[in-house]
């Protein structure tokens, strides 16, 4: 993997980057009065796709696509209830469902508060299946993804199992490195067959893992952000000045 080969946009804070990924978005799904067409997207949780979210919500974007055709799904959860603090759902519903009064048949909610998360992951393949109409693996129109400190996206971890998985669509984590340690995650495949694959990347403290992600040497079990390779006309990052000033 090489830089080059990808649409890599450095901005100058967070709240550029979520402003650019709001245009890119916006210019992606169903507009108003435009072709009735289904548009899929997996959310990512953190502070930044949560600016993007308000951004999406606001008066300036709000009534630029068509929200009835978007539907909404999640790379990941966390293993808590849907209104705890540290629930993707409840952040992505307070900055983005709520306000744009978006219907809950369009969300897809991981339910990865229930006991069994084998049985979650499997019901929410189930999901993927049926609202894919069958598609063995589903082709999102747009997956959101950010990345840790330590090269990780979605739930996928460095060193995770996880990261081998080839034929399933939804694995559980129950030894994540930070809290909680028990959660819901894509797999790669499921990753890497999307049409677009957006990732975002603000703070000094994800600089190195960036540069190595794009430019370095290292596994991509050592960095799992490596892994999402879906082609360089299908993978975008979007970062900030903080996040790229190792490249």
Request: aromatic content about 8%; proline content about 9%.
């Amino acid at each position: 993997m090489n830089v080059a080969d990808y649409a890599v946009q450095v901005f100058t804070n967070k709240g550029a980057v979520a402003h650019a990924a709001a245009e890119v978005f916006v210019n992606l799904a169903p507009q108003p009065g435009g072709s009735r067409r289904p548009f899929r997207v997996a959310l990512a949780g953190g502070e930044t796709p949560q600016a993007f979210y308000e951004r999406l919500a606001s008066a300036e974007c709000r009534h630029r696509v068509a929200w009835e055709q978007v539907s909404f799904f999640f790379g990941d959860e966390r293993a808590v209830p849907p209104d705890h603090p540290d629930s993707n759902y409840r952040m992505a519903h307070g900055a983005l469902f709520r306000p744009l009064d978006i219907s809950g048949e369009n969300v897809y909610r991981m339910k990865a508060d229930m006991p069994d998360l084998e049985a979650a992951a499997a019901d929410y393949e189930r999901e993927l299946h049926t609202a894919f109409e069958g598609e063995r693996v589903p082709h999102f129109d747009m997956i959101l993804l950010g990345m840790g400190p330590d090269g990780h996206t979605a739930s996928l971890f460095p060193g995770s199992p996880a990261l081998a998985e080839c034929r399933r669509l939804v694995v559980p984590v129950t030894d994540a490195p930070k809290p909680p340690p028990r959660r819901l995650t894509l797999t790669v495949p499921v990753l890497n067959a999307a049409r677009l694959v957006l990732f975002m990347a603000t703070g000094a403290d994800k600089a190195q893992a960036l540069r190595e992600v794009l430019k370095g040497t290292a596994s991509p079990d050592q960095y799992p952000a490596k892994h999402v390779r879906p082609g360089p006309e299908r993978l975008a990052w979007l970062v900030d000045e903080a996040a790229g000033g190792a490249l």
